[in-house]
């Protein structure tokens, strides 16, 4: 069965600096991966996706994410931290076998000035 | 335009009582689904129809009973309201089967009192 693992609930960082959200994955067969962000009070919107084509996948807003096979990893960067990006960030798997997409437990990212 | 609508956006009601929330998308997708977001934020696929026919039933009580009319609408009727039901419920939809990136909903945030 697949299952997404967030490591850290919550995570801070002072604006300007280096945002990481790391996400591991468990998959028997090639996976899809996403990350999506939910801002207070909305629904989630997409914020990239990897599905087997490059393995260093750009999405919006300067986010991007690696994939990591030998690590099960799909880890979530962006070089510079912006005020707006306060908010919750999900990572999610699904496969060609699968109709859903399996979310992680979401990690919230506080931005301090 | 929105993709993916809900009415209603709020909910409160008393125990007991039965309710429904409407979703509707103009996206041409279809596979539809219904998440339910608990307290903490972990999102739960309950129901998942593709072209009107229920593929997933994630062991949700017979309580609820999702409905889709057709491929672009996916309704979702609850009886006998219980306190636990209370939390935010996300529609979402995507263009065919085996995980695709899912378009979301801005949620019902259901208070049972």
Known sequence: ?113 | DTAVSQTPKYLVTQMGNDKSIKCEQNLGHDTMYWYKQDSKKFLKIMFSYNNKELIINETVPNRFSPKSPDKAHLNLHINSLELGDSAVYFCASSFGRQGTEAFFGQGTRLTVV
């Open chain 1, 1 to 113: 069965a697949q299952s997404v693992t967030q490591l850290g609930s919550h995570v801070s960082v002072s604006e300007g600096a280096l945002v990481l959200l790391r996400c591991n994955y468990s998959s028997s067969v090639p996976p899809y991966l996403f990350w999506y962000v939910q801002y207070p009070n909305q629904g989630l919107q997409l914020l990239l996706k990897y599905t087997s084509a490059a393995t260093l996948v750009k999405g919006i807003n300067g986010f991007e994410a690696e994939f990591k096979k030998s690590e099960t990893s799909f880890h979530l960067t962006k070089p510079s931290a912006h005020m707006s990006d306060a908010a919750e960030y999900f990572c999610a798997v699904s496969d060609l076998r699968d109709d859903k997409i399996i979310f992680g437990k979401g990690t919230r990212l506080h931005i301090l000035p």
